[in-house]
């Protein structure tokens, strides 16, 4: 697979093709920043990121559309160049609010299309105004959907995945790695009790022998497993650094020992909804 940073798409099973690195965009609406997701996408198109991973839950896929529409009319890229995944969230899962839902999408984008529309989370939540909706008890109200899509996957270096790749690979199936770096340390939704990823002594002294970072090796071992990986950052160094992984190649004792740093360690582990009937995470994989 010879991926570089002008061409570095890798083919599905529709005929389509994907940028195998993208920037995430989720913001979470209690943390001020100073940078801003409109800034952040402008700046990754100018980097070469060419695919961008949203939501109408993060609440700011107005700012996405304008950062690419702004890119377009400055002739920097054309509509085709651009990959743009959405989500459909977990209280609009029934068929009939699906295609509503996508088209607020595009009302917000002020796109007419994107390149990939998937389910957020494969657990469904009591359709409604209310994106997290709790009955007058405070419990969790829950919805019965019949699920057949797919979705995005954690995936990094503590958390391999062989078996799921495995089986993807058989079945022509293209992993896209949300949380690739390891996430961050929200103890909201996140098991703050593992060890934070990028602290690994073994990736650091990997990316000590190239001169780059502990995340530019995870994103680079992921890639170099075929596996597209999403990022998130609004910071602007951290946006060009993590875009800088095509410049190395891992060799194979260096992805056998990378991935030999599995620990099975999930750290999206959505506990707060795992009495759901269709709650994920017990199965293998």
């Known amino acids: 697979m010879n991926l570089t940073a002008a061409s570095h798409r890798i083919p599905l099973s529709d005929g389509n093709s994907i940028p195998i690195i993208g920037l995430g965009t989720y913001s979470d609406p209690y943390t001020k920043s100073p940078e801003t997701c409109f800034s952040s996408v402008k700046l990754a198109i100018d980097v070469g990121y060419r695919h961008f991973d949203g939501a109408y839950i993060y609440r700011n896929e107005h700012e996405v559309g304008q950062a690419i529409r702004e890119k377009i009319a400055e002739g920097k890229v054309k509509r085709e160049d651009i990959f743009y995944c959405g989500k459909l969230w977990a209280t609009c899962l029934s068929p009939e609010l699906v295609r509503p839902t996508l088209e607020r999408t595009l009302q ?20 409604g105004k209310d994106n997290y909706p709790r009955d007058k008890n ?7 959907a019949d699920l057949c899509a797919t979705w995005e996957v954690e995936c990094h270096p503590y958390f391999t995945q062989p078996k799921l790749l495995k089986f993807c690979q058989q079945h022509d199936i293209v992993i896209v790695a949300f949380s690739p770096l390891g996430t961050s340390r929200n103890p909201n939704w996140v098991n703050v009790s593992s060890p934070p990823l990028l602290e690994d002594t073994f990736l650091n002294s990997v990316a ?6 502990a995340a530019q090796v995870a994103l680079r071992f992921n890639i170099q497993r075929g596996v597209i990986v999403i990022p998130k950052s609004f910071n602007p160094e951290r946006i060009q650094e993590n875009f800088q992984i095509f410049d190395f190649s891992l060799t194979e004792e260096e992805m056998t020992n990378i991935e030999a740093l599995n620990k099975n360690v999930r750290f999206v582990e959505l506990l707060m909804w795992s009495d759901h009937p269709d709650y994920p995470f017990f199965d293998e994989y």
């Open 108 to 127: 917000e984008l002020k796109l007419d299309y994107v390149d990939l529309y998937i389910i957020e989370i494969p657990m469904g939540l009591k359709p």
């Open 138 to 144: 405070g419990k969790w109200s829950y919805h019965k």
């Open 208 to 213: 000590k022998k190239y001169n780059k970072t």
